[in-house]
């Protein structure tokens, strides 16, 4: 099925916009190389298997930055209700399924793109050993996926620019740091290994961790956790847009 001219275009208009304004996104994509860099020889000291501390490292850093890669998700869609242009969209002929395509593709894409980076960093400087790159390519999809879901969600739920950089910033760091991103799960006091499950980065770790050792088992699993996960944060932005989301007045 050919997709709709309408959606190409908001896609190509959505790009234009991220051209004009590439700081964001190099900075979310320069910041966890120059970590990887600068931290992996403190996490081959640290744990005695050089393999795991490369599988610790990139993952953690690739899963902590997806997180918060969700301002960008944010920005880009409380930016429409700065420019009070979500309205005159929705006037339009395109169907809300062709808005939803063209405002999520481009974000899709650049969330993606950081994490090519990172795992392509990993693979060829720090020997990051990977045992099925077709589970790899599935467990980034799906994690990416729901970090999109996770920041449209949070756009739609806040009233300002300055709510989704707390929102993210904080949430990124528990999260991130709960779920096992920042040091081993081993490692972690018991009460912080028993609400890992909680938080969504715990389940991104499984599954690529799952993608990287080659268990089949463990990305399933985890990447239908993830799919529920996204699939709730979808629906709740779904039915804020639905009772009238962007009339409000922005903060």
């Known amino acids: 099925m050919p997709v709709p001219d309408r959606t190409v275009a908001l896609i190509l208009g959505n790009l234009a916009l991220f051209r004009r304004d590439p700081g964001p996104l190099v900075s979310r994509i320069a910041q966890p ?5 600068l931290l992996q020889p403190l996490y081959g000291l640290a744990m005695d298997d050089a393999a795991a501390g490369a599988r610790q490292l990139v993952l953690g850093q690739l899963i902590l930055f997806s997180l918060l890669g969700m301002s960008i998700v944010g920005t880009a869609i409380l930016n429409e209700r700065r ?3 979500f309205d005159r969209l929705r006037a339009t002929p395109a169907r809300a399924l062709e808005l939803l395509a ?4 481009p974000i899709l894409l650049f ?10 960093l990993g693979i060829a400087v720090l020997d990051l ?10 467990a980034d999809l799906v994690w990416a996926l729901t970090v999109l879901c996770l920041g449209a969600a949070v756009a739609v739920l806040v009233r300002s620019f300055a709510q989704v950089s707390a929102v993210v910033d904080i949430g990124a760091s528990v999260a ?7 040091v081993p799960m081993t490692a972690m006091p018991q009460w912080a290994q028993a609400i890992a499950p909680v938080w969504p980065a715990y389940w991104a770790m499984e599954s690529l961790r799952g993608a990287v050792i080659g268990d ?7 990447c239908a956790v993830l799919g529920g996960v996204g699939a709730l944060a979808a629906a ?15 903060l």
Do not use: D
């Open 33 to 37: 190389v120059l970590l990887l860099l």
């Open 83 to 85: 420019w009070r242009t």
């Open 102 to 105: 063209g405002k999520a593709v």
């Open 111 to 120: 969330i993606l793109a950081q994490q090519a980076v990172v795992l392509g």
């Open 129 to 138: 050993r990977v045992a099925s790159y077709p589970l790899l390519v599935l």
């Open 176 to 182: 991130g740091g709960l779920g096992g991103g920042l």
């Open 216 to 222: 089949t088992a463990a990305v399933m699993t985890s």
């Open 236 to 250: 709740a932005a779904g039915i804020r847009l639905a009772h009238g989301w962007g009339r409000e007045t922005l």
